[in-house]
Antibody, heavy 128, light 111 residues
Framework: QVQLRESGPGLLKPSGILSLTCDVS?????????WGWVRQPPGKALEWIGE???????HYNPSLKSRVAMSVDKSKNQFSLKMNSVTAADTAIYYC?????????????????????WGQGALVTVSS | QSALTQPPSASGSPGQSVTFSCTGT?????????VSWYQQHPGKAPKLMIY???KRPSGVPDRFSGSKSGNTASLTVSGLQAEDEADYYC???????????FGGGTKLTVL
C-alpha cells in the first residue's frame, strides 16, 4: 500500500520560502510514476502546482512557474517543493500525490496521469 | 478562477441519480480523453473516482460513471447514498504547456 506524507513548516512570513517534503513509502519513487503537488486554500478549490519524474523532468503550473521548484531525492524516496516570495494568497493545504502510470492507455503516457494516492495534506499559513 | 467550470452545488435524495458537469475548452477536455474526477470529504484528501473520462479505479462502486461530449465532461452518481455527500472535482490534461487543470468543484448534498 503506497503512502505519502507531507512535512514542513506550517507558518511562514510573507516574502519567505515555502519548503515541503513528501515521503513515499510502499513504493519506489524511481518507478515509472509522476509525483505531484496540489494545494487548496481554506474553503476553496484544488489548484495544481506541478509534478516531477524521478529523472528530474518537471511540469509546472504556468501561473506559479516563476516561483516554484521541485526536486527528487531517490536515496530518501522523497520529493520536495520549494516556492519563493510567498504571500497570504499562498496559505493553503498542500497535498502531495502520485500520478499513476498504471492508469494510462496513452502509447507513451506523456500526459497528466491520474492522481491515485494522496498525502493527508499539510497546512501552510503565510502571516506576519 | 479555475480553468474548468463546475456548478457550485448539486443535490439529490437517497436512491436518486445526480449528474455533475465540467466544462472546459478544446485545449483541455475537448482535445483529449484524459479527464479525471475526484471526491473529497471534509477534512480529507481527494480520492480518485474516475480516470480517462469513464474508467473506474478498483474499489470505486459502479454507481459512479463518467462521460464526455465535446468540451464538457460529466460525472453521474446513481443510487445516491448518504456517504456520497462530498465535493467533486474534475481535472483534465491540458496539453504540453498547461499540463493539468482542475475545476472549481461541485458540492453534492444528499437530502
Amino acid at each position: 500500500q503506497v503512502q505519502l506524507r507531507e512535512s514542513g513548516p506550517g507558518l511562514l512570513k510573507p516574502s519567505g520560502i515555502l519548503s515541503l517534503t513528501c515521503d513515499v513509502s510502499g513504493g519506489f519513487i524511481s518507478s515509472s510514476n509522476w509525483w505531484g503537488w496540489v494545494r487548496q486554500p481554506p474553503g476553496k478549490a484544488l489548484e495544481w502546482i506541478g509534478e516531477i519524474y524521478h529523472d528530474g523532468s518537471t511540469h509546472y503550473n504556468p501561473s506559479l512557474k516563476s516561483r516554484v521548484a521541485m526536486s527528487v531525492d531517490k536515496s530518501k524516496n522523497q520529493f520536495s517543493l520549494k516556492m519563493n516570495s510567498v504571500t497570504a494568497a499562498d496559505t493553503a493545504i498542500y497535498y502531495c500525490a502520485r500520478g499513476f502510470r498504471g492508469y494510462c492507455s496513452h502509447p507513451r503516457c506523456n500526459v497528466a496521469l491520474p492522481l491515485d494516492y494522496w498525502g493527508q495534506g499539510a497546512l501552510v499559513t503565510v502571516s506576519s | 478562477q479555475s480553468a474548468l467550470t463546475q456548478p457550485p452545488s448539486a443535490s439529490g435524495s437517497p436512491g436518486q441519480s445526480v449528474t455533475f458537469s465540467c466544462t472546459g475548452t478544446s485545449s483541455d477536455i475537448g482535445g483529449y480523453s484524459y479527464v479525471s474526477w475526484y471526491q473529497q470529504h471534509p477534512g480529507k484528501a481527494p480520492k480518485l473516482m474516475i480516470y480517462e473520462v469513464s474508467k473506474r479505479p478498483s474499489g470505486v462502486p459502479d454507481r459512479f460513471s463518467g462521460s464526455k461530449s465535446g468540451n464538457t465532461a460529466s460525472l453521474t452518481v446513481s443510487g445516491l447514498q448518504a456517504e456520497d455527500e462530498a465535493d467533486y472535482y474534475c481535472s483534465s490534461y491540458a496539453g504540453s504547456n498547461n499540463w493539468r487543470v482542475f475545476g472549481g468543484g461541485t458540492k453534492l448534498t444528499v437530502l
